[in-house]
């Protein structure tokens, strides 16, 4: 079945938490509209670019593109960016690779893998990714029903994406992060859940009410009914923040993570990373009487921004009726601890477990540093800090332009085995590049992201890194400094959970698995918004002989101008 939409993206002005800014729409609407498929559908979207000065691109985020690298839609490695005016159209599979058979090489068939490239139901989601644009506003889920009976029952499904909010443009928070002295965006203003928050106008009096006006926002509102099973499909598209998702007096199971089934646990609080999508199981069995909050909170950042509240409304109580009760409080911002339990509690379910290869043929460690290149403020990997060519690398390579981009691929990481990640390193080496790792074809990957010291003492930031193209398995969670004799010694093997997002904890690292049997470019970087500006990512070429003629709408920037014919 094809499911199409008619996108048009616009600039328009809202007050999401009261305060009024220019924001991107869908439509009309931010969050935008949710995509609603079944496993093994085509969706085609139609985005007609009318931000009238600024260019776009569209990511879908957990989509693997199986056959389709080119509508991956991350401007400057997989197209072109949508000039303003022009109509670009979207279309690929969620997710299922028979579906596609046809249109590839019999290669895919051999493919011992073929497997767990298969089905792939669940809860996705899909953002800008051009320049900072996601956080003006334009995101939204895609949800992927499944074929087969899930392994767990609920008589509701919905959805929550979670975000925070900025109230200066994406303009100025770009400029200053490439500015000499480099300023950094700082915290957001509010926590959105599902588009909704509240700033308090009056902790700034010279806001006039035509800026910010109390009566122009209203609390999120969730109505349930009582002594029901829902499924929560949560996602987080934050700028910045990690979060704390909690539902008071409510327990949560979690049972699918980026698209996979987890084995159930139980929490109270749900931490969530930029680029996460969870379902969780809530029972409506708390007394009925009353309404709940529903709270997200900032975590592993010194907590300036006030909590985002909605209501969980147990019809038939008034949905705006406040719950009688204080908000309930947050788990302390700087204790990694729970987070890091929660991280080593997510394991593949029983029954679903898509088993690794149990060796790899390359280790990639990707050390994760900020530094100073000539005076401007970088985020860099092995001393790499990336920036994107102006031709993108999909068409680059596959159309034989040899000069779009640095030929020199950024090291595996070996070298810093000595690197002390707990003091602040000068990373005198520290360049910018465009370079990229090119990937045999077919082969297993491991990917050891290692967290260090930022420039200031005494500190390491949580980072969720997301892959494209892909889903790897997390085969494990360490503290310090990841040990290549030891820590491989305790990786999961039996239930990895498979995800595309991931945090590496403060001053820990990461370890993950993945098989480069997706022809095609693909980023992986910290979906940190400014983070991945400021140079925190790599690229991966793999197959790109197998990859099918590219559509001449993803060309027409750089040395591909030529190339559009409309
Ligand atoms: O990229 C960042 O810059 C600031 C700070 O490290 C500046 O020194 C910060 O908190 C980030 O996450």
Redesign the pocket.
């Known amino acids: 079945r094809n499911r199409h939409y008619k996108w048009n993206v616009k600039y328009e002005y809202r007050s999401p938490d009261c305060f009024k800014k220019l924001v991107i729409t869908i439509n009309g609407n931010t969050p935008g509209p949710t995509i609603q498929a079944q496993e093994g559908d085509t969706v085609v979207v139609q985005v007609n670019n009318t931000l009238l000065t600024e260019n776009l691109s569209i990511h879908w985020h957990g989509i693997r593109q199986i056959g389709t690298p080119w509508f991956d839609g991350t401007e400057g490695v997989t197209q072109c960016p949508i000039l303003p005016g022009d109509t670009f159209v979207y279309r690929f599979v969620v997710d299922r690779v028979s579906y596609h058979v046809n249109s590839l090489s019999s290669w895919f068939l051999k493919s011992d893998l073929v497997e767990s490239l298969m089905l792939q139901p669940g809860t996705y989601l899909y953002h800008a990714h051009y320049g900072m644009q996601r956080e003006a506003g334009l995101y939204g889920l895609i949800r992927v029903a499944a074929r087969d009976p899930e392994p767990f029952t609920y008589d509701f499904d919905r959805s929550i994406i979670l975000n925070d909010w900025y109230h200066k443009s994406t303009y100025e928070q770009a400029a200053g ?1 490439s500015s000499i002295p ?1 300023q ?2 700082g915290e957001p203003e509010s926590l959105l859940i599902h588009g909704k928050g509240r700033f308090n106008c009056s902790q700034s009096p010279s806001l006039k009410t035509d800026v910010c006006d109390m009566s122009k926002c209203s609390p999120f509102v969730q109505t349930v009914i009582p002594g029901k099973t829902y499924r929560l499909r949560i996602g987080s598209l934050t700028a ?1 923040s990690a979060l704390s998702f909690q539902i008071e007096g409510h327990n949560m199971t979690v049972v699918e993570a980026d698209g996979h089934y987890v084995e159930p646990f139980v929490v109270k609080n749900l931490f969530i990373y930029s680029g996460e999508t969870y379902s969780v199981l809530v029972k409506t069995d708390q007394d009925p009487s009353r309404n709940y909050w529903i709270t997200s909170n900032v975590v592993s ?1 010194n907590r300036t921004t006030p909590a985002g509240l909605g209501i969980f409304n147990y019809y038939p109580n008034h949905p705006k009726r406040s719950p009688p009760t204080v908000p309930p409080s947050p788990p302390a911002w700087d204790d990694v601890e729970p987070r890091l339990a929660q991280s080593l509690a997510i394991k593949a379910r029983q029954g679903y477990i898509q088993k690794p290869p149990t060796t790899s043929d390359r280790v990639i460690v990707l050390l994760n540093t ?1 530094n100073n290149i000539s005076e401007y ?1 970088h ?1 860099s990997v092995n001393n790499v800090s990336f920036t994107l060519p102006h031709t993108p690398y999909l068409i680059a390579l596959k159309e034989n332009i040899t000069n779009a981009f640095d030929p020199t691929p950024p090291s595996d990481g070996h070298e810093f085995a000595n690197y002390d990640i707990f003091n602040v390193s000068p990373n005198a080496n520290a360049t910018s590049s465009n370079g990229i790792y090119r990937l045999k074809f077919n082969t297993t990957v491991d990917l050891i992201l290692q967290n260090a010291n ?3 003492k005494n ?1 390491s ?1 949580t980072h969720p890194w997301h892959l494209h193209g892909h889903d790897f398995w997390v085969l494990g969670y360490g503290k310090g400094k990841f040990d290549a004799n030891n820590d491989t010694k305790k990786y999961n093997l039996e239930n990895p959970i498979m995800k595309n997002t991931v945090p590496v904890h403060p001053f820990g690292w990461t370890a993950l698995r993945f098989r480069s049997d997706n022809p095609g470019v693909w980023a992986f970087h910290c979906h ?1 918004e ?2 991945f500006y ?1 140079g925190m990512g790599v690229v991966f070429e793999e197959g790109i002989e197998r990859v099918g003629k590219l559509p001449s709408s993803i060309m027409g920037c750089g040395q591909t101008k030529s190339f559009h014919r409309p």
Do not use: A, K
Request: a positive charge; aromatic letters at 16%.
């Open positions: 992060l480099f950094w965006v910045l950042r900020q403020r985020w930022t420039m200031n500190n930031e940190i400014s983070h400021m």
